[in-house]
């Protein structure tokens, strides 16, 4: 897959021995090689974890549905920033 210069923001939760990922933000690389994040949610545990999107992120936005990471809360983690907006950030 081809990566984008906009990001998803994990953080790893442990419950009953699992590890699940809950979506908590998002990140975009900057012309500089810089990365902005934006969290939506404060990682309790002092964990994170920024990867490319993957085909489930575009999927969920192309069938008009929320995304769910991880199914615990309905939200796709959006921050209302988009690609273009991150391109026009003056830092």
């Not at 994990?10 to 012309?31: D, Q, V």
């Not at 090689?33 to 545990?45: E, I, K, M, Q």
């Amino acid at each position: 897959m081809e990566t984008t210069r906009r990001k998803k923001v994990l953080c790893p939760m442990e419950k009953n021995g699992k590890t699940f990922w809950l979506r908590i933000g998002s990140a975009f690389i900057n012309g500089d090689g810089s990365t902005n994040v934006y969290l939506d949610a404060y990682p309790t545990n002092g964990k994170l974890q920024i990867r490319d999107l993957d085909e489930r992120d575009f999927k969920a936005k192309t069938n008009g549905e929320e995304g769910r990471s991880n199914g615990s809360n309905g939200s796709n983690g959006s921050n209302g920033y988009s690609e273009q907006d991150a391109e026009q950030l003056p830092f």
